[in-house]
């Protein structure tokens, strides 16, 4: 089947199913796994062949820059410790265990089971994000299953580049060279992944258009991928940095008018890629299985125990680290917050990219030992774990008082919003004393920004609609308007520097500003 029908029939099937995925409050990579399932199992549909350079070199890149992108920076700053212990230690003993796992239940050796082991030692950026978009996490929670995905991403492609040339070599394990060779895939990545961030900020601060500026912003994931793995280094390590740095030193990169622009076209490219790589996950699978000459119970129960190890491993770590940590919550039991984030482990993009890349053949000439099994117990447990537990998780974090209602979230945008109009009314009253501004334009601009800021006012205290908007701000000269906003945006970026806000409803007023800002454009045209 020819490539491109793949994808656009996966974009019009994706595009169903999250609108489905809406109506049925599910988290649309499960129902897209599920689908792509489903097409797979379609009797006499031919082999659909995906070439690794698709999932590893176009979707990977940019789907972890974006994950990297919308990491606060604040609360990795509060959880670097246990993402660091998670990022290494539970990546080389789920490793462990899974290749454990392979070598008592198939006839894999230490060194495929270890291979194995590195396509799932750790949870996937993109899943986790995607499945984290539908629930109500407490901010720290989030910046901990968030920052782990992203970094322990980074240790196991290495793991697995490393154990791959172990088998493709056919030598025993050189654990010191070994060792080496991973400090410098890190090392290496961080460093070409700072090289492309601090580029690229240069280079967007210097420029406003925005059709240069959306493209230098889809460039730089694949920049920075093809920079470090250039450098014989770490293309994943060095996405994941880039996005990370830019992320936050790009606050005041873009003009309002273009932040809207790049939120509409990343936003756009994001959905596409995730569809495609989800279902692609759901769609491989049948086809794979196909190929092996094992009955379904040879290849399922050792998928299922592969599962039940990851999980278990996960927990066995989890739950201690909470216990010894700085608490990600104040309110919740720590065995409650371990158990959601043993949960929230799912496997996706990164094992599938990993998985398909797994060479054909050793250095020998000789066809890569047990690599269909292997293929298929990865994308099984890949499946497993974003159907039962995407589809479970949500639940969870309600059930268990994790899910945070609405109540701090509208508290957090009321008070937010009163001090904007309090810095909007103040910035306007101090024009006019100084006489820069009409004083009929300011008092009737003034009128309106005290109705805003009382409006504001009563629903910090009550949360109640209180109908204010950026419509409220209709008179008075633009140059008076713009003054006006300038403050509010000073305003904003205070609450967030001193902690009062969280990044998520930052990014939220920060939005509604900029459509105030874009209108007001509009208007001087």
């Known amino acids: 089947m020819d490539s491109v029908q793949i994808v656009v029939g996966l974009v019009v099937l994706a595009t169903v199913v999250s609108a489905l995925a809406g109506r049925l409050s599910a ?43 919308d990491l606060s920076l604040r609360e990795l700053r509060a ?62 929670l989030e910046a901990l299953v968030s920052a782990e995905s992203l970094f322990n991403d980074a240790t196991s492609l290495m793991l697995f580049r490393i154990t791959v040339t172990i088998v493709a070599a056919g030598t025993s394990v050189p654990w ?11 090392a290496g990545g961080t460093l070409a992944g700072f090289v492309v961030a601090i580029a690229a900020v240069a280079v967007r601060r210097r420029t406003r258009d925005p059709v240069i500026e959306t493209v230098l912003t889809l460039v730089t994931p694949y920049a920075a991928f093809l920079l470090a793995e250039g450098l014989q280094t770490s293309g994943v390590t060095s996405v994941v940095v880039t996005g990370v740095t830019v ?5 005041g990169l873009s003009s309002a008018s273009n932040r809207l622009q790049l939120g509409a076209v990343t936003g756009t490219m994001v959905f596409v890629l995730e569809s495609v790589v989800f279902s692609l996950i759901g769609l491989q699978l049948p086809s794979l299985v196909r190929t092996l000459d094992l009955s379904p119970a040879q290849w399922m129960l050792p998928a299922i125990a592969v599962t039940a190890a990851v999980v278990v491993i996960r927990a066995l770590w989890l739950l201690p680290l909470m216990i010894w940590s700085e608490p990600v919550s104040s309110e919740l039991p720590r065995w409650r917050m371990a158990a959601v984030a043993t949960w929230a482990g799912t496997r996706g993009v990164v094992p599938l990219a990993a998985a398909l890349s797994i060479p054909l053949m050793v250095s020998s000439g000789e066809p ?31 059930r268990s008082g994790v899910a945070e209602d609405s109540v701090r979230e509208n508290r957090e945008v009321a008070v937010a919003e009163l001090s904007l109009a309090q810095a ?26 005290t109705e805003r800021r009382d409006a504001a006012a009563r629903h910090a205290e009550g949360f109640t609609d209180h109908g204010s908007d950026s419509g409220a701000i209709v008179s008075g000269r633009m140059s008076l308007q713009r003054e006006v906003l300038n403050a509010e945006s000073e305003a904003l ?31 001087d045209q």
């Open 27 to 69: 988290p649309a990579p499960s129902l897209l796994v599920l689908a792509g399932l489903g097409v797979g199992l379609v009797p006499g549909l031919p082999p659909v062949g995906i070439s690794p350079d698709l999932v590893t070199l176009v979707v990977l890149p940019p789907l972890l820059y974006a994950a990297g992108q």
């Open 79 to 140: 959880v670097w410790r246990p993402v660091a212990i998670l990022a290494a230690g539970l990546v080389l003993a789920t490793a462990a265990a899974i290749a454990a796992v392979a070598v008592l239940l198939t006839d894999v050796s230490w060194q495929v089971g270890f291979v194995l082991g590195a396509i799932l030692a750790s949870t996937d950026p993109v899943a986790v994000t995607a499945l984290a978009r539908t629930l109500r996490l407490p901010p720290r």
């Open 176 to 186: 010191g060279s070994a060792g080496l060779q991973l400090a410098r895939l890190g």
């Open 247 to 251: 992320g936050a030193l790009g606050s």
């Open 368 to 398: 890569f030992p047990h690599r269909d099994l292997v293929l298929v117990l990865a994308i099984s447990v890949c499946v497993i774990t974003l159907v039962v537990q995407g589809l479970t998780l949500k639940p969870l974090t309600r």
């Open 424 to 449: 909007a009314l103040q910035r306007a009253e101090e024009l006019l004393d100084a006489g820069v501004a009409e004083p009929a334009a300011s008092s009737r601009l003034i009128d309106a920004l």
């Open 493 to 523: 970026a205070r609450l967030l520097v001193e902690g009062r806000i969280s990044d998520s409803t930052w990014r939220s007023l920060r939005h509604t500003l900029d459509l105030r800002d874009a209108a007001l454009g509009a208007q």
